[in-house]
Every structure is written in structure tokens, then in C-alpha cells.
């Protein structure tokens, strides 16, 4: 999948227009819309600041990592679900809290595993 392609269907996926991403990007609709369609790329600036706005990786967003998307959905469903009535800052917060628990979480079974 191309990375047009493949942002343009990560933007729907979360439910936000153009207009929303470019807005939290500091763009014009205009200039986010070329890249959805492939006749521009994003800084590498603007490449990190997409992956936490649709709240993937640099590497899943530009094609080079084919992480699943279930433990990505599940994640955005916890958020999604408990982070109405939020400010943005709290929004902020609470996901990178929530990304920070579940990789500690995944880390203890992993070490679990490990040690039967």
C-alpha cells in the first residue's frame, strides 16, 4: 500500500477529516491533501506528528513495518471510550499513559513466559 493511501485510510479509521489533521498540524487543508494524494510527502516533522495524531508508528505509517493493527485498535478503543469530556492536554496524557501501560504490561508476560 502506498503512504497516500495507506494515510488517507488511517485518517478515516480515526475518524477525522483533513481539515481536522492539518489543523493540528499548523497546515493548510490544501497542503495535507497532496499528501493524500501522492503528488507531495510530508516532512519528517510532520511524519511524527501524523504518527501520534492517528497514533501509529513513523515505520507502520511510511510502509516500512507491518505491525498488526489489533493491539492499535484495541488501544484506541480503551481511549476512545474513556477520554470523553477530556480537555486535548488531558487527551494527550492519558493516551501516552495508556501506550506506556500496556507496553509495561505486554513486558511483564513476555518476562513471564520467559521464566517457565
Not at 32 to 59: F, H
Not at 62 to 74: A, R
Not at 79 to 94: A, H, P, Q, V, W
Amino acid at each position: 500500500m502506498e503512504f497516500s493511501e495507506r494515510l488517507k485510510n488511517l485518517r478515516k479509521k480515526v475518524g477525522l477529516t483533513q481539515v481536522d489533521v492539518a489543523g493540528k498540524l499548523g497546515i493548510s487543508q490544501q497542503a495535507y491533501a497532496s499528501w493524500e494524494r501522492g503528488v507531495k510527502k510530508p516532512t519528517q516533522d510532520n511524519l511524527v506528528k501524523i504518527a501520534q495524531i492517528l497514533n501509529v508508528s513513523v515505520d507502520y505509517l511510511v510502509g516500512t513495518s507491518q505491525e498488526t493493527s489489533d493491539e492499535l485498535d484495541n488501544i484506541e478503543l480503551l481511549f476512545r471510550m474513556n477520554s470523553k469530556g477530556l480537555t486535548e492536554e488531558e487527551k494527550e496524557i492519558f493516551k501516552k499513559e495508556l501506550i506506556e501501560f500496556m507496553e509495561e504490561r505486554k513486558k511483564v508476560f513476555e518476562d513471564n513466559k520467559n521464566e517457565i
